[in-house]
C-alpha cells in the first residue's frame, strides 16, 4: 500500500473515530492541531488504525509517535 | 518564605538583579546565579533537605546520560537505568510520604483480624516539595528512554529545571522538553513579558490573598468545630470548598508562572478555568493540569495502551488507577485514595453512555453566556466536584464520617451570626462575580487586565497599583497555601 493510501485511510478513520465533517491530515499533524484528539481518542484511533490495517502496534512504538508522518513510517514498516 | 511575601519580594529583587544586571549575554554565570537563587531559597524553607536535594539532582544527572548511552544501543542497560531511574523516584515518595501510611495500614489491619502488631512508625521529615520534583526526576528519565529529549550534559541547567525555586515548593510541574531548552540560552530582559508576569501575579494576590484567604476565615472552623455548626453552614463550608482551593491553589500557580516571566522563562500552565467543565472529564482536563498531564502520560497512556483490547473497559480500569494514584499523590491517608477512587468512578457513565467521546462546544445565550442546559451542567459538576474534596479537606475517614453525620443531625443547631459570615459571603460573592469575569476571558492564559476604557498607559499603571492597593487592604491573615503540603 503506497503512502498516500495510508493517508487516505488514516483520513476515513480520523473522521470516524473522532466525529469530524472533514480532515486533511499530513506529516506533520500531531494531536496539539485537532480539538478532539486527546488521549482516551488516540487509543480509539489506534485499536481502529490496527482493524483497518490487520497490523498490531507496540507500546513502545504507540509512545514514541509525535505526529502523524511517524505513525504513517510505523504502518508502512509493518 | 512564600511568594507573596515581603521577604520573597527582597529575595526576588537580588535574585533579579543579578540575573539580568552584571553578566549579560553569559548563559553559565545567569544558570548558576538561578541555582544559587533557587538553592537559597529551597534552604530557607527546609536546610536539613539541601542535601536531598543535592545527592537526587547529582544521581539522576548520572542516569539520563547513562540511558541515553545507551538507547539504541543495548536495550537492557537502557531499561536498568530507565527502571533505576523509576524505582529511585518512586522509592523517594515512597520513603518519605507512604512508608508510616503503609506500616500504619499493616498494623491497623493486622489489630483488625485479632492479631496483635509490634510495628511502629518511623519520624520520617516530609521534605517540602518533594511531590513536585520527584515527578520532575521520573518524567526527565523516561522523556530520555522514549527519545524524546537528550540527556542534559550541563549539571547546572539539570539543576536548575529540578529545583527552580518559583515552582519547587508547590508546582506546577515542568517538563524537560519545554523547560531545559530555555536554560541553554541567554534570556535577556523582555519589558512585555515582564509586565506581564506582573500582571499575572498581581492576578494570583487577588485570587490568594483576596478571596482564598477570606473564603478560609469561614470554611476553616466550619472544619475544626464541626459539631458546634449548623448543617447549613456546613453545607455551605462544602460549596464554598471548591472555590478556595481553586483560587488558593492557581493563584499561587498564577504567581509562579508570573515569577518565571520575569526571569523569561516559560513555565508550564496548570488551569485553565475548570468551573467552565460540564462533566467531570472536562472538569479534570483543565484542573491541576500539569500533574494530569504527567500520570496521563507515565500512566494511563501505557495502561491504556496495554488493555486497548478490552475497549471502554480497559480505558475504565485505566482511569480509575490513575485518579486513586493523583488521590494518593496528593498525600498518605486513605481520604485522598478514596478521593481519587471516588473522582473515577464517575467517569463510568460518561464513558458508558460515549458522552466522554462527544465534544460538544459550550452553546451560548444571546448575551455570550452558557446557555441554562449547558449551565446546569456546569453547576452539576461542580456539585459532584464538592461534595468529593470532603475526602480531601478532612483529616481521615472518621473525621470525614463525623463531618457528613453533623450535616444530617445538625439542624437544629442556631445558624452562626450575621457579623461572622458576612465577610466570607461577600467574598464568596466576589468570586463568583470573578468567575463570571473569568468567562469573559477565557481564551486569555489569565482573566486580568486594566479595563479597555482606560487609554492612557499611565492611567493603566496607575489601576494596577491601586488594585494593589485594595489587595493588601482587604486581605485576609495570610494562611499557608493549600498545596504546600502535598
Redesign the interface.
Known amino acids: 500500500m503506497s503512502r498516500s493510501e495510508i493517508f487516505e485511510k488514516l483520513n476515513e478513520i480520523f473522521i470516524d473515530v473522532l466525529d469530524l465533517d472533514e480532515i486533511e491530515l499530513t506529516d506533520d499533524t500531531s494531536a496539539d492541531d485537532i480539538e478532539e484528539w486527546d488521549s482516551l481518542s488516540h487509543i480509539q484511533l489506534i485499536v481502529s488504525i490496527e482493524k483497518t490495517f490487520k497490523i498490531k502496534f507496540s507500546s513502545k512504538e504507540i509512545l514514541s509517535w509525535k505526529n502523524v508522518g511517524e505513525m504513517v513510517d510505523c504502518i508502512e514498516s509493518k | 518564605m512564600v511568594v507573596n511575601s515581603v521577604e520573597f519580594l527582597f529575595f526576588f529583587v537580588i535574585v533579579f538583579l543579578l540575573y539580568y544586571l552584571p553578566f549579560r549575554s553569559n548563559v553559565k554565570l545567569q544558570n548558576i546565579v538561578l541555582l544559587a537563587g533557587s538553592f537559597f531559597f529551597y534552604g530557607i524553607c527546609e536546610i536539613k533537605m539541601i542535601p536531598l536535594l543535592f545527592i537526587s539532582i547529582l544521581v539522576f544527572y548520572f542516569i539520563g546520560i547513562q540511558i541515553e548511552r545507551y538507547r539504541d544501543k543495548n536495550n537492557v542497560l537502557t531499561s536498568v537505568f530507565s527502571y533505576l531511574g523509576i524505582v529511585l523516584g518512586i522509592g523517594l515518595l515512597i520513603y518519605f510520604k507512604y512508608f508510616n501510611f503503609f506500616i500504619e495500614s499493616i498494623s491497623s489491619s493486622l489489630t483488625a483480624i485479632g492479631l496483635h502488631s509490634n510495628l511502629h512508625t518511623f519520624n520520617i521529615i516530609l521534605p517540602i516539595g518533594i511531590s513536585f520534583f520527584t515527578f520532575k526526576l521520573i518524567s526527565y528519565t523516561l522523556e530520555i528512554e522514549?527519545?524524546?529529549i537528550t540527556a542534559s550534559h550541563d549539571i547546572v541547567a539539570f539543576s536548575n529545571y529540578i529545583s527552580f525555586f518559583p515552582t519547587i515548593l508547590s508546582g506546577p510541574i515542568d517538563r524537560p522538553g519545554k523547560f531545559l531548552p530555555q536554560l541553554a540560552k541567554f534570556r535577556s530582559f523582555n519589558y512585555n513579558t515582564a509586565t506581564d508576569g506582573c500582571k499575572q501575579i498581581l492576578w494570583g494576590m487577588i485570587k490568594k490573598m483576596l478571596i482564598a484567604d477570606n473564603i478560609a476565615l469561614f470554611v476553616d472552623p466550619c472544619w475544626t468545630y464541626v459539631n458546634e455548626q449548623s448543617s447549613f453552614t456546613l453545607l455551605l463550608a462544602i460549596i464554598f470548598f471548591p472555590i478556595q482551593l481553586y483560587m488558593d491553589f492557581s493563584g499561587y500557580s498564577d504567581m509562579a508562572i508570573g515569577v518565571g516571566k520575569l526571569l523569561n522563562i516559560s513555565v508550564a500552565k496548570n488551569f485553565n478555568y475548570p468551573f467552565f467543565g460540564r462533566n467531570i472529564a472536562e472538569y479534570w482536563?483543565n484542573w491541576h493540569m500539569s500533574l494530569t498531564g504527567w500520570l496521563?502520560d507515565y500512566v494511563?497512556?501505557?495502561l491504556?495502551?496495554?488493555y486497548?483490547?478490552y475497549?471502554v473497559n480497559g480505558?475504565i480500569f485505566a482511569i480509575i488507577l490513575t485518579f486513586v494514584l493523583i488521590g494518593m499523590w496528593h498525600g498518605a491517608s486513605w481520604t485522598f485514595v478514596l478521593f481519587g477512587l471516588y473522582q473515577g468512578l464517575l467517569y463510568i457513565p460518561l464513558m458508558k453512555s460515549g458522552a466522554?467521546?462527544?465534544?460538544k462546544k459550550i452553546k451560548l445565550n444571546k448575551s455570550g453566556y452558557p446557555c441554562f442546559k449547558d449551565f446546569r451542567k456546569m453547576v452539576f459538576t461542580y456539585f459532584l466536584f464538592s461534595v468529593g474534596l470532603i475526602l480531601f479537606k478532612a483529616p481521615s475517614l472518621l473525621y470525614s464520617y463525623h463531618f457528613l453525620h453533623a450535616i444530617v443531625n445538625n439542624w437544629s443547631l442556631p445558624l452562626i451570626t450575621v457579623s461572622e459570615w458576612s465577610r466570607p459571603v461577600v467574598f464568596f460573592g466576589l468570586s463568583c462575580l470573578l468567575i463570571v469575569h473569568e468567562w469573559n476571558h477565557r481564551k486569555d492564559e489569565y482573566a486580568f487586565s486594566a479595563p479597555l476604557f482606560i487609554k492612557s498607559h499611565f492611567f493603566r499603571i496607575v489601576f494596577y497599583y491601586v488594585v494593589f492597593a485594595v489587595v493588601l487592604a482587604f486581605a485576609a491573615d495570610s494562611t499557608q497555601f493549600i498545596y504546600f503540603q502535598f
Open positions: 522514549r527519545g524524546n482536563r496521563t494511563f497512556m501505557p491504556n495502551i496495554k486497548r483490547d475497549g480505558s466522554f467521546f462527544k465534544k
